[in-house]
C-alpha cells in the first residue's frame, strides 16, 4: 500500500487549494481513506475521510462547508478541495488508509493503517 499526497503550497486567507492522495499497490475499494493534519506545536488531527463501503464523507466541524473530500477511482486518487482558507489551516497535511470510516455515534471512527507523506499547506493572512 503507498499513498502520494501532493497540492500543497502557499495561498492567502480566502484562497483555494485542491490536495492530491494517490494510491498505488491496492484498490480504493478495499480501504476508507483519509486526511489528517498537524500544525507546529500542535497534536496531528484528523480532518476527514471516505467511507470504502458506502462513500459517505465525514468532516471535522472546523472544515465543514469548507473542504470537500471526492474520491475518482478510475484514477485511484482522491481530492481535497479546500476552499475559503483561513491562516489556522495551516499545517501539514497527510492522507491516510484504514479498514474503515464510519460514526457509530458522535465520534468518527477512522485508524490508519496506512500513510502518506505530508503536503505542506500555508495560508497567509
Known amino acids: 500500500v503507498q499513498l502520494q499526497a501532493s497540492g500543497g503550497g502557499l495561498v492567502q486567507a480566502g484562497g483555494s487549494l485542491r490536495l492530491s492522495c494517490a494510491a498505488s499497490r491496492f484498490t480504493l475499494d478495499y480501504y476508507a481513506i483519509g486526511w489528517f493534519r498537524q500544525a507546529p506545536g500542535k497534536e496531528r488531527e484528523w480532518v476527514s475521510c471516505?467511507?470504502?463501503?458506502?462513500?459517505?464523507?465525514y468532516y471535522t466541524d472546523s472544515v465543514k462547508g469548507r473542504f470537500t473530500f471526492t474520491r475518482v477511482n478510475a484514477k485511484n486518487t482522491l481530492y481535497l478541495q479546500m476552499n475559503n482558507l483561513k491562516p489556522e489551516d495551516t499545517a501539514v497535511y497527510y492522507c491516510?488508509?484504514?479498514?474503515?470510516?464510519?460514526?457509530?455515534?458522535?465520534?468518527?471512527?477512522?485508524?490508519?493503517?496506512?500513510w502518506g507523506q505530508g503536503t505542506q499547506v500555508t495560508v497567509s493572512s
Open positions: 471516505i467511507s470504502n463501503t458506502d462513500g459517505v464523507t
Open positions: 491516510a488508509a484504514a479498514p474503515s470510516c464510519f460514526r457509530p455515534s458522535s465520534d468518527v471512527i477512522f485508524e490508519p493503517a496506512y
